[in-house]
């Protein structure tokens, strides 16, 4: 049974999207401002958040900042707004998803699927773990999304996470950034390719104390790849 952290201070849309889900199934925790559901996930945990970004107190984006410092549970943020540039700038933060209001019930759920398949928080109970991968230094579990790079435990984003794995699994593959945001976001590419020119910044800069940074390369005009 998923547990879905719903933090949104319209009251109806909030009852309305927490009973929809509850009928599917989860187990649907709801919090109307940004201050009380940092509190609900410091207290509780969640396998996934549904957030909207203009929230009273602490607002969407501060929240969503906040839970990135320590985990890379699924982000769904919902707002009003439209433009490229903010999607942008929130998939920069870390959500995983941007759904625009008015949003229909069914598709929110869709990509609530979406998302807790790529965490492994929908696995059937009894089906076989994903194997580990290994590349050079990096030892990567999916199974608990984590990173082991020259023995030393690396913290990354959920995104970033799966850009890791991506390379790893295929090394010496050139992975153009549509490929690499279609298959990591499960989206049609839109955004600009400063989107996941930083998400591998980020991912460098992690790694550069373990001194394997360099294992992702650019091959310019074209993308990234594992040196293998």
Request: aromatic fraction near 8%; include cysteine.
């Amino acid at each position: 049974m998923p547990r879905i952290l719903l933090i949104e201070d319209d009251t109806d849309i909030n009852n309305a999207v927490c009973a929809y889900l509850n009928r599917q199934g989860c187990r649907c925790r709801q919090a109307f401002s940004g201050t009380e559901g940092l509190l609900y996930w410091r207290q509780e945990g969640a396998d996934l958040l549904v957030v909207d970004l203009m929230l009273p107190g602490l607002n969407g984006q501060g929240l969503l900042a906040e839970v990135r410092r320590t985990a890379a549970v699924p982000v769904i943020v919902l707002s009003a707004r439209t433009a490229v540039q903010d999607r942008v700038e929130l998939l920069r933060l870390g959500a995983d998803d941007y759904l625009t209001k008015p949003f229909s019930l069914e598709e929110l759920w869709l990509r609530i699927g979406v998302q807790l398949r790529h965490a492994g928080a929908a696995r059937p109970a009894g089906e076989d773990t994903a194997p580990k991968i290994r590349y050079k230094d990096w030892e990567i579990d999916p199974e608990k999304r984590s990173l082991v790079a020259a023995g030393q435990p690396v913290e990354l984003t959920l995104h970033e996470f799966e850009i890791v794995a991506l390379l790893a699994s295929r090394p010496q593959k050139v992975f153009t950034r549509q490929e690499i945001f279609e298959q990591v976001w499960n989206q049609t590419y839109f955004v600009e390719d400063k989107t996941i020119n930083v998400h591998i910044s980020n991912i460098r800069a992690k790694l550069r104390p373990t001194g394997t940074d360099g294992y992702i390369r650019t091959v310019w005009g074209i993308g990234f790849k594992c040196e293998g």
